[in-house]
């Protein structure tokens, strides 16, 4: 069996400050020497390019850390009139090395869409960054049945724009809507099941290595609920929200993962 590095990532969201940053990378420095999993810190993007000077800094203090940074969207254009928006190659260009694509609230909130969203990844392979994209189905989606069918969509979407071996290096995030930020995580055998699943479905669809592909559970994932969850089979780790605003709790998950 293909082994797959865990992945922890934290989406501040519109949360944290840089006092946030300095808080974690002293931490991460003094306890946590493992390059067993991959960290990735994803802060307001205004906060992007002094997270990984702060990460640059302290180089040797984390040498045995993986750690990367970031964004939270990008836009599927490449730049031009299109005030408040951030295009991949800027994120790049302050030295990210990831990027959120489809988070539920830039689907419920700010207009991405299926289409949009594989636009996006598109313009995030193009510049060099690792998609972490973001599926998963509603509380009434779920009682009708249709959990597999919607995220099928969004993956089938996803190598329609960019072909079959668009998931040769992206990061796929389960994160039912219902988990989010509600306390209310899904149970490991439910994550177990639709992780199965994804993987299947890319196997079907894709020539990417679905056995290489790491899936993260996303969803209300604390240090009380993480170590079933991360312990499923099929998932690689975690995208963690709330969670990763709490330096102790966000270091106590990277441990667990
Ligand atoms: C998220 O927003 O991606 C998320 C998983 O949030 P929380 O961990 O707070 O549920």
Not at 44 to 58: G, W
Not at 166 to 177: G, H, K, R, S, T
Not at 232 to 247: N, P
Request: proline fraction near 3%; include cysteine; hydrophobic fraction near 45%.
């Amino acid at each position: 069996m293909t082994s797959r590095r865990p992945v922890l990532a934290g989406n501040w969201k519109m949360n944290g400050n840089l006092q946030l940053a300095q808080e974690l990378v002293a931490k991460f420095s003094s306890e946590l020497d493992s390059d067993a999993v991959e960290v990735v810190l994803c802060p307001p993007a205004v906060f992007l390019a002094n997270v990984k000077q702060l990460l640059e800094q302290n180089a040797a203090a984390l040498a045995g850390t993986r750690i990367g940074v970031g964004g939270q969207n990008a836009s599927a254009l490449d730049g031009g009139a299109h005030t408040g928006e951030i295009a991949a190659s800027m994120l790049a260009s302050v030295g990210c090395d990831y990027v959120i694509l489809g988070h539920s609230e830039r689907r419920a909130m700010y207009g991405d869409t299926t289409v949009s969203v594989a636009e996006k990844f598109a313009k995030a392979i193009a510049n060099g960054l690792i998609p972490i994209l973001c599926v998963g189905e509603s509380e009434s989606e779920r009682q009708q049945g249709n959990t597999f069918d919607v995220i099928a969509a969004d993956l089938e979407k996803v190598v329609e724009t960019n072909g079959k071996r668009a998931f040769d290096n992206a990061i796929i995030a389960y994160e039912p809507l219902w988990a989010i930020g509600t306390g209310n995580s899904a149970t490991p055998e439910q994550a177990q099941e639709v992780h199965a699943f994804i993987r299947a479905h890319l196997a079907k669809i894709s020539d990417s290595d679905a056995n290489a592909v790491r899936i993260l559970y996303g969803g209300s994932v604390t240090p009380d609920n993480a170590v079933e969850l991360f312990a499923q089979a099929d998932v690689d780790g975690g995208l963690i929200g709330g969670a990763s605003l709490d330096a102790d709790k966000f270091i106590n998950l990277c441990q667990m993962a």
